[in-house]
C-alpha cells in the first residue's frame, strides 16, 4: 500500500484487456491544470488525451506518487469541518489521516478537470453551479482471515459500480482482490502496484457525459489467508446537486439526453439501501 502521505500522485497507467500500459507522468496536469493559460500547453493536452482514451476504453487507470517540494500545496494542516472521534494510537493517526484527505480531494478536483478537458467542455464545467460544492467519502476497510467456516465466502464485496464522481482506491502492494469487470466483461484482477491509487469513475459521470464515460463493475474477492486493508477515498459532487447530460456532451451523443436527470443525493441514499437487508 502506498504510504507516502507526504506525496502526491503525478503518472497514470491505465489497464486495457488482462495487461497494463504505462501511461506518460502527468505531472503537467497537477501542475497546470489551475494556468490560465493551461489551454496552450501541448503536454497538458497530451494528458488530456490519454485520460479521455482511459476513462473510454478502461473505466479506470492508476495514480502513483512522487515527491513534492513542501508548502508546494498550502496548508495541509488545516482541520476538516465537523467532529470526529479519533482514536489515540498511534498518535499522529488524526494528522496523517488530514493531510491524506487534503491530498486526495486536491488531486481528485484536478483530475475532474482533466476529464473536463477530455470531453470538450470548459475546464471548470463539473464545478460551481453544476456540481456545487463537492464533499468527499473516506472508508479504511479491513478485511478479515480468522472467519468462522460456516460463514465464510469469497466474495468480500458484491459487483458493483461507485455511486459519485471519482473514486481513489489505496491498497495493500501485496495482495490481489480487487477485481474489474473489463468492457468485454471479463472479471480480471487489478494488481496492485506499489506506490498507486487505483481510480474508478462512478455513476455520475456517466449521467454528466450522457454515456461517453461508463462505470467500471467492480468487485472484492477475498481470499487471502492475510488480513488485507484498502483505503478508499469517494470524491462526490454536493448532495444537493441535481446531475443531468451536459449540453456538450449531448451534442456528441446524438443530442437527446440518455439519462434523466437526478438528485444526487437521493440516488445515494436508495444505493446506500439496497446494501442492506430492510
Not at 505531472?27 to 488530456?48: R, T
Not at 470538450?120 to 453551479?129: H, S
Not at 459532487?237 to 456528441?252: Q, Y
Not at 451523443?253 to 440516488?267: D, F, L, P, W
Amino acid at each position: 500500500m502506498a504510504s507516502d502521505f507526504k506525496a502526491i500522485p503525478l503518472i497514470v497507467s491505465s489497464h486495457k484487456s488482462c495487461f497494463f500500459l504505462p501511461l506518460p507522468d502527468v505531472g503537467p496536469l497537477v501542475e497546470k491544470i489551475d494556468d490560465p493559460n493551461m489551454a496552450n500547453d501541448a503536454d497538458l493536452l497530451e494528458v488530456v488525451r490519454m485520460l479521455d482514451d482511459a476513462c473510454k476504453e478502461a473505466g479506470f487507470f492508476y495514480v502513483c506518487y512522487t515527491p513534492v517540494r513542501p508548502g508546494k500545496y498550502g496548508d495541509l494542516a488545516k482541520p476538516m469541518e465537523g467532529s470526529n472521534l479519533w482514536p489515540e494510537n498511534p498518535s499522529n493517526f488524526e494528522a496523517l489521516l488530514e493531510n491524506y484527505i487534503n491530498l486526495c480531494r486536491d488531486l481528485s478536483r484536478k483530475i475532474m478537470r482533466g476529464i473536463a478537458l477530455a470531453l470538450g467542455g470548459a475546464i471548470d464545467v463539473f464545478e460551481g453551479e453544476t456540481a456545487g460544492d463537492p464533499f468527499w467519502v473516506l472508508r479504511l476497510i479491513g478485511y478479515p482471515v480468522d472467519i468462522p467456516e460456516e460463514q465464510r465466502t469469497d466474495t468480500g464485496c458484491g459487483a458493483h459500480t461507485d455511486y459519485g464522481l471519482l473514486t481513489l482506491v489505496n491498497q495493500d502492494d501485496d495482495i490481489c482482490a480487487l477485481e474489474v469487470q473489463n468492457r468485454s466483461g471479463e472479471w480480471i484482477y487489478a494488481t496492485p502496484i506499489p506506490g498507486t491509487f487505483v481510480c474508478n469513475i462512478g455513476d455520475m459521470l456517466k449521467v454528466w457525459s450522457n454515456g461517453i464515460y461508463q462505470p467500471t463493475l467492480h468487485r472484492v474477492v477475498n481470499n487471502s489467508p492475510r488480513y488485507r486493508v484498502s483505503v478508499a477515498f469517494f470524491y462526490e459532487s454536493n448532495f444537493d446537486a441535481a446531475i443531468e447530460p451536459v449540453e456538450f456532451c449531448r451534442e456528441k451523443t446524438g443530442g437527446a439526453a440518455k439519462y434523466e436527470k437526478v438528485v444526487y443525493g437521493e440516488h445515494l441514499v436508495k444505493k446506500v439501501l439496497t446494501n442492506f437487508v430492510m
